[in-house]
């Protein structure tokens, strides 16, 4: 437990051996500390004591009777025996009431083989039970459509009940009942609707929870266990697949491993199926007469080398342009650069980390200088103030929204929630639940609200009295900005008074340790590089930028968002977050590969599609995007797309984008290949190959690594690990092996060249309020709902089972205005458009706000306007303004 | 909505605990008074008074056997089964209600008029064997004062065999 004293050390001495121990340690936890297991149903580590199950007994000199051990503390001196016969003997007699109902029908359980019920009945009670009585029998009843119970087996420890509390707060289970006849679940005859994270899955020592995704279909002997990274959001938890027959049965995560901790969310536990999805693209394929037909990977390889050298030698190389996705791994990221970069010889390059994450990237490097968080994911645990803005931290990065939840219940920290959310308790949990203070905002309006924040902070004197000193000139061109802005025009835009300003900014400015986290409600929203500027200036104001344990850190959505960057898949950074107009940067690069780096000028993903739509770029090679499928219509990615000569796409579907293509080459997915992906905070992990790849595919680097040598630019690697150990001389931050690296200080020398001129560079644009929206429209915003990732995930059947369509989430008042109920018909409608949905009231929602989910917005994307952002390219279109009606 | 009604009760009951959530009880016997048992809406209203989940509040009506999560007849009929009342023919009475009524345990006869329980001790171990009907004890029962009550409580609604009122302290007959 850790939030026990760990002042002081106390000696104990469990079955003889003597020890010393942090007073405050639980007898359970110090007898493991001493290789002494004492078998226990009830107890795990990560919840709070309840001593309901009895089977961890143990005798303590001094203390009358047997005491429970994952409840009792050691205290100086103790002397704890655990193998005496009269704890034998309750362990047994615990067992035997535990047995007295239990089925026994460990043959067709999923759990049996690793069931606690099993190795302890093993131990202890070898004769099963003395109870000669009737068992108890629960008719079978449907649980959901991912998760499966079988009451018989329960043993009634509760820890399901209390991890879906105490860790995920959803408290969506229900022990219903007294005594032996208690049960396991929801509400009522309801099947249950939670946020499927599967921790009751997984902590059930015994077998009375399961999933219905590999049910029946594995002993645990027969599968082969492979440690990996979850591939969809950047969270970056550390899971195990467990796979049979080139197959992939199930996932686990493991207590002690990874930032995850033994926690996941449904996509991890419940998405590995995308990866092996029956329509999966299993050979390449060319275009001919129109039709895209099988060919060997010998003749699509010379057909691209040959167009693609053609292409360069009448055009030039920068005619032609790469894009790939944020869910390669790191090496699959940098071969694609540098193959941009090298055999094309071209800066016009680009991934997927564009649609967002650039803004949070660019904002650290011109404030602080570095590429990553200047904090860990373990300063959120320990900071007494977080600051949340636009995050939906639960569905978009639920393992962050873990460790907030885990900050404030159980450490007290204060919460600041500026977030389009209103605190209702509802099927999943709620952030704004625990918040201190809450600003439910709309997405158009956190800019105002961080505006709000800032003038409090001046207002009210909560600047650092050092920067006061040295940094006048910046304090007071910010105090001129918000000055010029009075709360009058801050509440006209938000509804909120000063006051909730005024404490808030208290609050965060008191806290010794404080962060702010970033999520993709700022990030890809229209002005999100400016947002996360001025909550930068809030961390400068306040004097904590360069305090340890404080730190702005921008949330990436999608796994390896972090990696593209510091792989230098993006086209204004080299590997190393490197500027690529820096000519040492270069030098060092070019040092480095023996070749010259292209001096073209750069091409992000927007400038790509306009050259495109102008006949300037010729040819695309996308590895793993869809832009057909992520912009919408109003960018004219179509035109684009079509405007090119030729279109080289690799990927494991045939998707949007990859229906047009004149060449596709299969890729496999992350199950089937070694790499490594780096996590939100900078961490990078290890993916390991669970399985063989599909059908003929191949990893993305082993493609563009064949495709350099038909194009004469030869480059080529024995194995993966050749570009990884490239990649590691490069960048040393990007090991995998020994303990994780620190995150990187702020820059000073930044920092102060910051203070000085830096800022002024838009500061007029980014302190200034947006206008405000028709009383009568609603805000609109696509964005990520916690059960998928991306389109990807809508292939994984687990997912899909919980969450196959989008329908649109609108707060119960503003249905009732407009005469709407659950499972209505809606039109939305904008100068772009008009589309029909169907609406779901929630009182999550704020008021005159209406939520999409992004992974089914193929028809809703046409009422989204693209707007491109000056500094960083990053295109805007997750939020638009709607007239909503019934539809008729 | 039924606690739309009873705002003032609500908030008093509220106002009496530091903590929401231990309004619970009196919430649901709130609620149980109104519709005669606890309805699912009733629940799911009670969890937001409390900010509790739905899950919450119905581990906790389930925890009490007082607690009716269907709907139940006019009339509760509770047969104490403990060990005293057992001792002095429980078993018969109960026997005698399931053939009369031609329910058995936790049904309701098809007018609606009756629910059968049977339920652990009553605190009237002396007086047994005894029921509870709604709020009435009907002590030192016997089949035909059964027969008697029930007939009594489908012609007038009581019977005046039910003993008490109670007061505590008990008023000193003068
Ligand atoms: S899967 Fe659902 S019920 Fe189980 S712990 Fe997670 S949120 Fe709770
Ligand atoms: S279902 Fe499993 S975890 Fe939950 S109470 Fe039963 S045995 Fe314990
Ligand atoms: S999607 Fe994110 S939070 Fe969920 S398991 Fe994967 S990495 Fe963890
Ligand atoms: S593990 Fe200690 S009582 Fe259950
Ligand atoms: S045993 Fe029947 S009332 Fe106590």
């Keep these: 437990m850790s939030e026990h004293t760990t002042t002081g050390m106390v000696t104990v001495t469990i079955d003889d051996v003597t020890a010393s121990v942090p007073k405050g340690t639980l007898v359970i936890e110090a007898a493991r500390q001493l290789g002494v297991m004492i078998p226990h149903f009830c107890y795990h580590p990560k919840l709070a004591p309840d001593a309901n199950c009895r089977m961890c007994l143990v005798e303590i000199e001094k203390m009358p009777r047997l005491q429970t051990s994952c409840s009792t503390q050691v205290t100086e001196g103790m002397v704890v025996r655990s193998s005496v016969p009269t704890v034998k003997q309750a362990r047994k007699s615990v067992l035997d009431f535990i047995l007295a109902n239990h089925p026994l029908d460990c043959p067709v359980c999923d759990q049996g083989g690793r069931c606690d019920l099993q190795d302890f009945s093993h131990e202890y009670t070898a004769s099963g039970t003395k109870f000669v009585e009737l068992k108890r029998v629960f008719q079978k009843e449907y649980f959901s459509p991912v998760i499966e119970t079988q009451m018989n087996r329960c ?61 029946y279909e594995f002993r645990p002997w027969m599968l082969k266990r492979t440690e990996s990274t979850c591939g969809y959001c950047g969270d970056g938890c550390q899971m195990t697949f467990q796979a049979k027959d080139n197959d992939l049965i199930e996932v686990n995560s493991t207590l002690g491993v990874g930032r995850n901790n033994g926690d996941l969310c449904s996509r991890g536990y419940f998405g590995y199926h995308a990866n092996v999805h029956e329509d999966r693209l299993q050979s390449p394929m060319i275009r001919c007469d129109g039709e895209l037909v099988e060919v060997p990977w010998e003749e699509a390889l010379a057909v691209v080398a040959e167009k693609l050298t053609a292409i360069k030698s009448a055009n030039g190389a920068d005619a032609i342009g790469g894009l790939i996705a944020s869910r390669c791994t790191n090496e699959d990221l940098y071969l694609f ?368 690594s064949a495709l350099s040598v038909m194009m004469d630019h030869p480059l080529e690697y024995e194995s993966v690990k050749a570009i990884g150990k490239e990649m590691r001389d490069l960048m040393p931050g990007t090991r995998t092996l020994g303990p994780s690296p620190l995150p990187p200080r702020p820059c000073l020398d930044t920092l102060t060249q910051y203070l000085q001129e830096g800022y002024q560079d838009t500061l007029a644009t980014r302190y200034c309020l947006p206008g405000m929206k028709a009383t009568h429209t609603f805000v609109l915003n696509v964005g990520q709902s916690i059960f998928h990732s991306g389109k990807f995930s809508t292939r994984a059947k687990g997912l899909i089972q919980i969450q196959s369509q989008g329908v649109l989430s609108m707060h119960p008042e503003d249905a009732e205005r407009l005469g709407l109920a659950c499972g209505d018909g809606v039109c939305l409608e904008n100068q772009l458009g008009q589309v029909k949905t169907t609406v779901k009231l929630s009182d999550r929602i704020p008021c005159g706000v209406l939520f999409f989910p992004e992974h089914f917005d193929q028809d809703i994307q046409r009422l989204f306007a693209v707007s491109v952002d000056n500094d960083t390219h990053v295109p805007y279109f997750k939020c638009a303004h709607v007239e909503v009606s019934k539809a008729s | 909505m039924i606690f739309d009604k009873l705002k003032d009760e609500v908030n008093e009951l509220l106002s009496r605990y530091p903590v929401k959530r231990s309004a619970l009880l009196p919430l649901l016997y709130i609620a149980q008074r109104e519709e005669g048992y606890v309805s699912e809406p009733a629940m799911k209203e009670i969890a937001k008074l409390l900010s509790l989940t739905p899950s919450q509040v119905y581990e906790t009506v389930t925890f009490y056997s007082m607690y009716n999560l269907k709907p139940i007849g006019k009339f509760h009929v509770q047969v104490c089964r403990s060990l005293m009342c057992a001792l002095v023919g429980s078993d018969n009475i109960v026997e005698w209600i399931q053939k009369n009524l031609n329910i058995s345990s936790g049904q309701t006869t098809a007018d609606r008029t009756f629910t059968l329980s049977v339920v652990e001790c009553l605190g009237s171990c002396g007086t047994g064997p005894m029921m509870q009907v709604n709020d009435d004890y009907y002590e030192r029962l016997t089949e035909e004062k059964v027969g008697q009550i029930f007939d009594d409580l489908k012609q007038k609604g009581s019977s005046s065999l039910k003993s008490g009122p109670f007061m505590f302290p008990q008023p000193t007959k003068s």
């Excluded at chain 1, 007294?178 to 009751?200: A, N, P, Q, W, Y």
């Excluded at chain 1, 002005?527 to 305090?547: A, E, H, I, Q, W």
């Excluded at chain 1, 850190?553 to 690529?580: H, R």
Aim: glycine fraction near 10%; include cysteine.
């Design chain 1, 155 to 215: 043993v009634q420890c509760l820890r399901c009940v209390r991890y879906c509390d105490e860790v995920m707060d959803v408290r969506a289970l229900a022990p219903a009942g007294r005594g032996t006849l208690t049960k396991i679940k929801s509400f009522g005859v309801h099947e249950l609707d939670c946020e499927f994270c599967g921790g009751c899955v997984q902590i059930c020592p015994v077998g009375a929870i399961t999933s219905r995704l590999s049910m």
């Design chain 1, 337 to 704: 650069q540098k193959f941009m970069r090298v055999v094309i010889g071209t800066n016009q390059l680009d991934s997927s980390a564009r649609y967002g994450h650039m803004n949070g990237i660019h904002a650290l490097q011109r404030v602080q200088g570095t590429h990553r968080w200047s904090m860990s994911f373990d300063d959120l645990l320990s900071a007494n103030a977080i600051l949340t803005v636009g995050t939906n931290l639960t569905e978009t990065n639920p393992i962050t929204a873990l460790k907030v939840k885990e900050a404030v219940k159980r450490r007290g920290a204060e919460l600041i929630t500026v977030e389009a959310l209103e605190p209702a308790i509802g099927t999943i949990s709620n952030i704004a639940l625990l918040s201190t203070h809450h600003l439910p905002l709309a997405p158009d309006q956190f800019a105002s609200g961080t505006i709000g924040l800032l003038k409090a902070v001046i207002q009210e004197n909560l600047v650092d009295a050092e920067l006061v000193a040295h940094a006048k000139d910046y304090i007071d061109a910010i105090k001129k900005q918000v000055d010029a802005i009075s709360w009058t025009d801050i509440e006209a835009r938000t509804g909120l008074t000063a006051e909730i300003f005024q404490d808030s900014a208290k609050v965060f400015t008191r806290a010794e340790r404080a962060v702010i986290l970033v999520g993709q409600g700022v990030l890809r929203s229209q002005g999100g590089y400016g947002m996360t500027l001025n909550l930068m200036d809030l961390l400068v104001l306040t004097g904590k930028l360069n305090r340890i344990g404080c730190g702005l850190a921008p949330l990436a959505e999608e796994n390896n968002d972090q990696g593209s960057v510091e792989m230098g898949a993006v086209s204004e950074l080299l590997p190393g977050g490197k500027d690529c107009r820096s000519r040492e940067a270069q030098q060092s690069l070019e040092a480095a590969w023996g070749c010259s780096l292209p001096s073209g000028e750069e091409g992000t993903l927007m400038d790509m599609l306009g050259k495109a739509k102008r006949g300037i770029l010729k040819a695309m090679i996308i590895v793993g995007e869809n832009p057909i499928g992520s912009l919408p219509p109003d960018s004219g990615i179509e035109d684009a797309i079509g405007k090119l000569e030729f279109l080289v796409c690799q990927e494991l579907f045939l998707t949007d984008t990859a229906k047009r293509a004149d060449v596709i080459f299969p890729a496999c997915s992350y199950a089937e290949k070694d790499g490594t992906f780096t996590s939100t905070e900078g961490h990078t992990q290890a993916v390991r190959k669970a399985i063989e790849p599909l059908g003929e595919s191949r990893p993305d680097w082993e493609i563009l």
